[in-house]
């Protein structure tokens, strides 16, 4: 009901988000729990978009990133702030894109299958909850559009959710 087909590579990523901000948005409705809120659109992104490995969310615990819901393989479950792409992303507050991960320094590799990845922070105002992983086998998967789309469907997460 609420998974997109990809497997056309013609799609214009740009429709393939609308369509995902709509399903996220029709499978959040009405609910403002952040945990099952988490949970489908982890389940979302990892059965609609290609070539997706792992997809997550680490929150911050502690002054660390503890393991949230995700799909995929069994994941790194601490993670320091700084460390690894997720740890980065989290201290500077930004999206990081990376097309090698074998070339990020002080990658973590919770799958050696991994070959790119995105990472999105969660911000409830100015305070940081934690960050959006996505993982990925393929060299470069992920650019600017994904970027835009996925920093898309955290804003409607963030706004849905109390947390």
């Known amino acids: 009901m609420f998974t997109i087909n990809q497997q056309n590579n013609d799609i214009p990523k740009s429709l393939i988000y609308s369509q995902?901000?709509?399903?996220?948005?029709?499978?959040?409705?009405e609910e403002r729990e952040f945990l099952p809120?988490?949970?489908?659109?982890?389940?979302?992104?990892f059965f609609s978009l290609n070539d997706i490995n792992w997809s997550g969310f680490y929150l911050m615990k502690n002054k660390e990133l503890l393991l949230g819901p995700f799909q995929g393989k069994p994941a790194c479950v601490r993670i320091p702030m700084g460390k690894g792409v997720c740890g980065s992303s989290a201290v500077n507050k930004s999206t990081i894109i990376v097309e090698d991960v074998n070339n990020?320094?002080?990658?973590?590799?919770?799958?050696?299958?991994?070959?790119?990845e995105i990472v999105i922070p969660l911000f409830k105002g100015e305070a940081l909850i934690g960050v959006l992983d996505?993982?990925?086998?393929?060299?470069?998967?992920?650019?600017?559009?994904?970027?835009?789309?996925?920093?898309?469907?955290?804003?409607?997460?963030?706004?849905?959710?109390e947390c």
Do not use: Q, W, Y
Not at 37 to 45: D, E, F, Q, R, V
Not at 104 to 116: L, T, Y
């Open 104 to 116: 990020f320094p002080g990658h973590i590799a919770c799958d050696v299958d991994s070959r790119s």
């Open 37 to 45: 809120n988490m949970s489908n659109m982890a389940s979302l992104l």
């Open 20 to 29: 995902l901000a709509k399903s996220l948005t029709a499978l959040i409705g």
């Open 134 to 161: 996505i993982d990925s086998p393929i060299l470069a998967r992920f650019d600017e559009e994904d970027k835009k789309g996925l920093e898309h469907l955290v804003h409607i997460l963030m706004n849905s959710s």
